[in-house]
Structures are given as structure tokens and as C-alpha cells.
């Protein structure tokens, strides 16, 4: 059995920065085993986070909507980046 954990708070594109000082790091999914051990970490992306969107932005460019690809390809390229906690900057997590 393998679980999916990310924590969903504190997670930003990187184009809505709102100060230069904030501290980021890559946002990742975590997929771990039934014991916790990580088996991977795979870079959390625009598309992953509003999921929703892509899948519709999906299915009007498969039907050829070349604006709907073009938004879509720019949401897959777009890394999430979450806000690090100065008082607990941990990449373990």
C-alpha cells in the first residue's frame, strides 16, 4: 500500500512572491510506504495544485484549443514553492 502525503498550506507559485525576504524552497508530493519510508519525492507543480483547471485546460487542448495547451504547458512547468518556517527549516518533511 502507498500513501500520498503534501502538505497544502504554505504553498505558493513563485510569480505571486510578496516579499523578496521570504524564504522558499520546492514544493514536493511525498510518496511514502506503509512504515514511512519516502519511496519518492516528485516536484509539485501549478497543474498539481489547482488540478481542477488543468483537467479542463486538458480536455480543450486535446480538442485543439492551442491557448488552452499553451496555459496548460505553462501550469505543468510552473514549480510550487513552499514558504520555509525559519524556526523549522526541515527538508525532511
Excluded at 514536493?28 to 498539481?48: C, H, L, S, V
Excluded at 496548460?72 to 518533511?93: C, G, I, R, S
Aim: hydrophobic share 40%; charged share 40%; proline share 3%.
Amino acid at each position: 500500500m502507498i500513501l500520498m502525503f503534501f502538505k497544502a498550506w504554505g504553498l505558493i507559485r513563485p510569480h505571486c512572491l510578496i516579499s523578496e525576504s521570504m524564504k522558499l524552497k520546492p514544493a514536493y508530493i511525498t510518496i511514502q510506504d506503509k512504515d514511512g519510508n519516502i519511496i519518492e519525492r516528485i516536484p509539485m507543480t501549478a497543474a498539481d495544485d489547482d488540478w481542477i483547471r488543468a483537467a479542463r485546460l486538458k480536455k480543450k487542448a486535446e480538442a485543439g484549443d492551442k491557448e488552452a495547451a499553451k496555459k496548460l504547458k505553462e501550469m505543468e512547468n510552473t514549480q510550487m514553492m513552499e514558504v520555509v518556517d525559519d524556526d523549522n527549516d526541515n527538508d525532511d518533511e
